[in-house]
């Protein structure tokens, strides 16, 4: 009998905890925040508080269940095993729509990133060779795609850590402001620290929780790291201080040097914050730093989809080629047919390159929120089926159970409910759901559900 084909357990600690922090900090930061701040004004530092707490329930959630049954595609395979296979087959396939489309973006920006450099050259050329070459060192080994992703991680974290020891020398000290210090008086002195009110805040909700998409990639990489328990366990804790402390503190710093309504308006303020302290060639070390954030998060993009089209094509809710692992240890097929998907973007940036932005954020935060939703109910399930004994045995267990699960989850549906009320994002309310009305369609079509029974069976 022919050996069970299985993924390479090649990922370090090191490379995880860098993966999910690449995953989470690409355009959010460096393009989503300033239209964020737009709309909240300097109340959106409360914004991404709230969005980080709602974040910190789910990750713990998902901890808890990936560090008792490590599998790759893991919350697709929680949903399956705790809510049933066809939300299984939703959760993985929906996420694989959720990356292709958020990859869709950052190839986009990578385009965009160019011009700087190569201004004659077309957007959409830049936007295939980000393609080709993410693609490529996916399909190497999963140990190349951790050390990619762990320095173009480290390019992007080292950034922003000394963006915002340089803007604290500006608040403080006066570095680059002839020895006055700044201060923080702009955070409330242009309108009050609320200036749009509470309708403000509320409208930059669905870019905030845009902006931590990818967080929970930590589940999705369960199958191909060396001792799961200890290393999961310690990415969910630290991952999430460290987002909020770039995107809370970034922020923080960015909105006390300068008047909120200003930011944006005048170029990028992390270029803006080195000039001023004598950096010539900031904005091309800021765009090649921003370049690394859209290229990591399109490699984390292009990972997070093979394995989830690996795992569906595993249980049998997807072709069964997907299933075939290469020479090097990676899902091989999976990743050429997500990089094909991929190749939308490169048309649509072509035709509508205007729209893209903000539709892909909304796609993408409705598709995120179903699979923060997913894994809450997941785990709500998940702790109900343990024994007294088993419940006291878990390694990893979430905090305020089940009550925090339950205030995410009505957080969660808040921010579909704002989705709904404002015009620009509403588009997510129409593709989203459709989406999964047609998988659902193709699930009873395809006959997934009865050799769902037949897998259930058998096992």
């Avoid at 002839?178 to 909700?205: D, R």
């Avoid at 991952?239 to 005048?266: C, E, H, K, N």
């Avoid at 075939?324 to 649509?348: F, Q």
């Avoid at 029974?453 to 096992?459: G, N, Q, R, Y």
Wanted: net charge positive; hydrophobic share 55%.
């Amino acid at each position: 009998m022919k050996p069970k084909e299985e993924l390479h357990r090649g990922l370090e600690e090191r490379h995880i905890t860098l993966m999910s922090l690449g995953a989470a900090i690409g355009v959010g930061l460096f393009l989503g925040s300033a239209s964020a701040i737009k709309m909240a004004g300097p109340a959106i530092l409360f914004a991404y508080a709230l969005g980080g707490a709602v974040m910190f329930m789910i990750m713990r959630a998902l901890g808890e269940m990936a560090v008792h049954q490590p599998v790759a595609g893991s919350f697709s395979r929680y949903a399956r095993n705790y809510l049933g296979p066809l939300a299984g087959y939703l959760t993985g396939w929906n996420y694989w729509f959720l990356w292709i489309v958020t990859c869709m973006a950052e190839i986009t920006a990578v385009g965009i990133y160019m011009k700087m450099w190569y201004p004659d050259v077309a957007t959409w050329i830049w936007a295939l060779a980000a393609l080709v070459i993410m693609a490529s060192v996916n399909l190497i080994a999963i140990k190349a795609y951790g050390e990619f992703e762990f320095w173009f991680a480290l390019i992007k974290i080292v950034a922003i850590v000394l963006m915002i020891i340089v803007g604290f020398g500006m608040i403080i000290f006066g570095f680059g402001n002839g020895g006055v210090a700044t201060g923080i008086s702009n955070l409330w002195e242009n309108g009050g620290f609320a200036p749009n009110g509470i309708k403000g805040v509320l409208m930059s909700m669905q870019m905030v929780m845009f902006a931590y998409l990818g967080i929970e990639m930590i589940g999705v990489t369960a199958g191909e790291v060396k001792n799961p328990g200890k290393a999961i366990s310690k990415a969910v804790n630290t991952v999430f201080w460290r987002i909020l402390l770039f995107y809370v503190g970034a922020l923080f710093v960015i909105m006390s040097i300068y008047p909120w309504d200003q930011i944006g308006t005048q170029g990028s303020p992390f270029v803006l914050t080195f000039e001023k302290i004598g950096v010539g060639q900031a904005a091309g070390i800021i765009n090649f730093v921003v370049l690394t954030a859209a290229l990591s998060s399109c490699n984390s993009g292009i990972f997070s989809t093979g394995r989830m089209l690996f795992n569906l094509a595993e249980q049998k809710q997807a072709p069964s080629k997907l299933k075939k692992i290469g020479r090097t240890g990676v899902p091989s097929v999976a990743i050429l047919v997500s990089a094909a998907a991929l190749l939308i973007g490169v048309v649509l940036n072509y035709l509508v390159p205007e729209k893209v932005f903000i539709w892909v954020t909304s796609i993408s935060t409705f598709g995120a929120i179903w699979t923060w939703g997913i894994i809450l109910l997941s785990q709500l399930k998940f702790r109900r089926n343990l024994s007294e004994e088993e419940k006291k045995d878990l390694k990893f267990k979430a905090p305020f159970w089940p009550y925090g699960s339950y205030i995410a989850l009505a957080i969660l549906i808040f921010v579909i409910g704002l989705m709904a009320y404002f015009p620009d994002t509403r588009i997510a309310l129409i593709v989203g759901p459709c989406w999964l009305v047609l998988l659902t369609v193709i699930y009873y079509a395809k006959g997934f559900h009865k050799t769902s029974e037949d897998h259930k069976k058998a096992a």
